[in-house]
DNA sequence: GTCTATATCTAGATAGAC
DNA sequence: GTCTATCTAGATATAGAC
C-alpha cells in the first residue's frame, strides 16, 4: 500500500490547471500572479510549486491536455462514412468552442505566448499541425470520393481550414455580441464553396 | 519665436514609438521593459516619460498611427470603378503586409492585450470597425453591380472577409516558412468562390 | 502535502540637477 | 529636454515548520 494516491494528485493537478485557466483567460499569463491561481484554486503559494515548478509549467499544462481532446475528435471523424460532412461536423465542433466563456481569450493568450517563447511554440505547433494533418486526411478522402474540387491540394486547403476557425475566434473576439448560429452558417457557406467541384461531372 | 518645434517633437516621439514596437513585436507588451525600449530608442528613462505618460501609452500610439494609413486605402479603394477588383486589391495589401518583420507579431499582442485591457480594446474596436465599414460599402457597390451573389448581406460577409486576413494572420504566425504569395492565391480563390453569383444570369 | 513567512529581484515611474 | 539616481511596490520561488 503506497501513501499517495496517484488519482487523487492527478484530480487535483487538474484541479489548479482549471483555475489557473480562468485566471489567464481573464488577465493573460504576465498579469496573473501565482498568488491569483493560489486564490482561485484555494490553495498556497507552497502548494502550487509542490504541483508544478514554475508558473509556465501550469500554463502549457492547459494546452497538453486540450491537445489529447482534439486528436480524440479527429480520429472519431476520420472513422465516418462521408468525409465532407465529417469534416464540416469537426469544424463546426471546433468553432463552437468559442461559445465556451474564456476560450477565446486563452487561445489569444496563447498565439501571443507562442510568438516569444520557443518552447511553448513548439507545443502550439504541434497541436496545429496534428489538427491540420487530420483535416488534410479528410479533405484527400472527400476528393478522392469526388466530393470537392480535385484543384483543392489536401495539406494547404487544411492550412486554410483551420485558418478559417481562427477567423472566427478573432471575430468572436472584436465582437462580442457575435451571433454564433449565424457566423456558423456562413463559415459553413464559405468552405462548401470553396471546395465544392467547380464543374459537376453532370453537367449544370 | 517659440524654443519649442513641434515638428521636432513630432519627429523624435515618432521615433520613440517605432523602436517601442520592435520590442513589443519581440517580447510582447509586459515582458518589454522601459528600459528595453530606451535602449533601443537611445533615449534616458526621464527622456521616455517626458514624451509619454506611461509605458501602456507607448504602445496605443503604434495603433492610433496604424488606423490613420488603413483609413486612407479604404478612401482610395471607394473612389475605384470596379469595387469587386479594389476590395481583392485592399486584401491583398492588407495580408501582405505580414511580409513585414514583427507585423504578424505585434497584431497577436494587440488580440490578446485588448482582451484585458478595455480602453485598448475600444481603440481596436474603432479600428476594425472602420475596416468593416470600408469593406462593407465596397460589398454593397459589388452587389448593386451584379458582380457578386447578391445572397451575401454585406456587413456580415465584410466581417468575414476582415476574418480572412486574420486567418492569413494566424498560419503567418503559425508556419514562418510561408509561401506568402500562394497563400495569397488561395486567399483569393476563397473570396471569389465566395462571393460570386451562384447561377449565372447567362445560365451555366 | 500543506502551510506561513520571506529572500531576492526586477520594473515602472519620479526627482531634480544641468 | 535630457540626463543620473533612486524610490517603491509587487512578483516568483524557496525554506522549513507541522
Known sequence: MRTVDPAKHA???RAIVDAAAGCFAEKGFERTTTADICRAAGISSGSLFHYFPS???VFTAIFTDDAAETAERLE???KADDPLAALLDVVAELAGQIAQPGVV???LEAAAQ???DDE????VHRNDSALRDGLAVLLGRAV???LIDPGVEPRAAAGWVAGLIDAMISRASLDPGLDLPAEQAILRTILIRFLRPVSPPSGG
Request: hydrophobic share 60%.
Open 11 to 13: 484530480a487535483k493537478r
Open 55 to 57: 508558473k509556465r509549467a
Open 76 to 78: 472519431a471523424a476520420a
Open 105 to 107: 481569450r486563452i487561445v
Open 114 to 116: 507562442a510568438a516569444r
Open 120 to 123: 511553448f511554440a513548439q507545443l
Open 144 to 146: 478522392d470520393a469526388g
